[in-house]
């Protein structure tokens, strides 16, 4: 009798571990949520609540707790806005709401401080108002890069912390999170930070990815917050052996980590950059650069295993560069390269029937001058928009193959 209990144990055991062994399973996950399938991941659709079922079914595979109001869920409910000036309206099912669900599952070390994971998975359905389509049908935007390539990496990385070997990360909680209605504005998260299910008090610091699916060839890689805590930037360089490194101190940007920084959380925001499949029905997940998210998820699981020890790390607020940008009437028409940090603006794509593709602006131009304006960066590209009225002509400047290229061009 005793014997048949000893293996009837160590069959569980070896159960267990089977179950808990972590597989990488980036590329599945990613061809899941950008299936035609789910529609686009629009909250509040049958194809976000079938997103949000498989998270959650993930997360319990893993071997993560619950965490939502609902089970791994956390359902809001909220109006859309009307002015795009006021602050969204949280309800409780009201007529002509609409419910969003957060994802949440947890790992508990009975820690004091805990550490949240974030991406949104929701996207934009069918297009609509942040579709840059331009076909005359309408398309499901399956979205494989704006964010299934982030959930697909936050489920790395609680496969990977939830079975780690060496038990290094112990000395936090875990909280991931899959948020909905980050293309409403940040609803999901904005939500949560107002009705979260752990302390905010004890959230040490967030990491989120957003778009990470893109990798190119020169390893760009945009962290985002780094100067929202004084160490943060001493252990991304520590630990980089594969990027090249484009750093924002600023907190503040257009996706969820924004909501935790105006909370006096430190935040870590990573980005692989924008591209010509932005908001279209082309993002499919064919293209991505499943080899470079991989080396994400490494990345970001070194920063977090070197900061686990170093107990509650201290916040710091940055300088709000939106509070800077210049309001502007008018636009080239062009999807700017976020990653690029050289002198002028580069161009890293242009939409159809707009004042830089008529001007025969291409990918890869560095616009230099716009009007009388000389473009060093982002910024002053935007200070130099906003003079223009629609109607109004102008000259551009852009270096193409080290060659000045002047061109005219009407708003």
């Known amino acids: 009798m005793r014997a048949i209990l000893i293996i009837i144990f160590l069959i569980s055991v070896l159960s267990c571990s089977q179950t808990l062994q972590y597989e990488n399973q980036i590329e599945t996950d990613v061809a899941y949520l950008a299936d035609d399938k789910l529609e686009g991941r629009q909250t509040g659709t049958e194809g976000e609540v079938k997103a949000a079922e498989f998270i959650a079914s993930r997360f319990e595979k893993i071997g993560l707790e619950p965490k939502g109001t609902d089970g791994f869920l956390q359902p809001f409910s909220f109006k859309p806005k009307t002015d795009p000036h006021k602050e969204v309206e949280f309800t409780t099912n009201e007529d002509g709401s609409i419910t969003g669900r957060n994802v949440l599952g947890f790992i508990n070390n009975n820690a004091e401080k805990t550490i949240v994971i974030g991406a949104h998975y929701d996207h934009l359905g069918y297009g609509g108002e942040g579709s840059l389509y331009r076909g005359d049908d309408k398309a499901i935007h399956n979205g494989a890069d704006d964010n299934a390539s982030g959930v697909a990496v936050l489920l790395d990385l609680a496969a990977r912390i939830k079975t780690n070997a060496t038990n290094t990360l112990n000395n936090n909680n875990y909280l991931f999170m899959a948020f909905s209605g980050e293309e409403m504005g940040l609803l999901g998260s904005n939500y949560f930070v107002k009705n979260a299910t752990v302390d905010t ?184 928009l906003s003079v223009f009225d629609k109607g109004d002509k102008s000259t551009v400047v852009v270096k193409r193959n080290d060659e000045n290229i002047i061109a005219e061009l009407q708003f």
């Open 201 to 384: 008090k004890n959230i040490n610091y967030m990491i989120n990815m957003d778009m990470v699916g893109r990798l190119k060839a020169d390893s760009t890689l945009a962290v985002y917050g780094t100067g929202t805590s004084p160490i943060f930037k001493q252990v991304i360089q520590a630990h980089n052996d594969h990027f090249r490194i484009v750093e924002n101190e600023s907190g503040v940007g257009p996706s969820d980590h924004t909501s935790f920084y105006l909370a006096d959380i430190p935040v870590l925001h990573f980005f692989t950059g924008q591209h010509e499949d932005y908001h279209k029905p082309s993002d499919d997940s064919d293209k991505l650069n499943y080899q470079g998210m991989k080396l994400i998820s490494d990345y970001i699981f070194e920063i977090m295993s070197d900061l686990d020890d170093n107990g509650a790390l201290a916040f710091r607020t940055t300088k709000n560069e939106s509070e800077e940008t210049p309001r502007f009437k008018v636009g080239l028409g062009v999807v700017p390269d976020y990653l690029y940090d050289g002198e002028g603006m580069r161009i890293d794509g242009t939409r159809e029937d707009t004042p830089a593709f008529n001007a025969g602006l291409q990918k890869g131009d560095i616009v230099v001058k716009l009007g009388d304006s000389t473009i060093t960066d982002m910024m002053s590209y935007m200070r130099a």
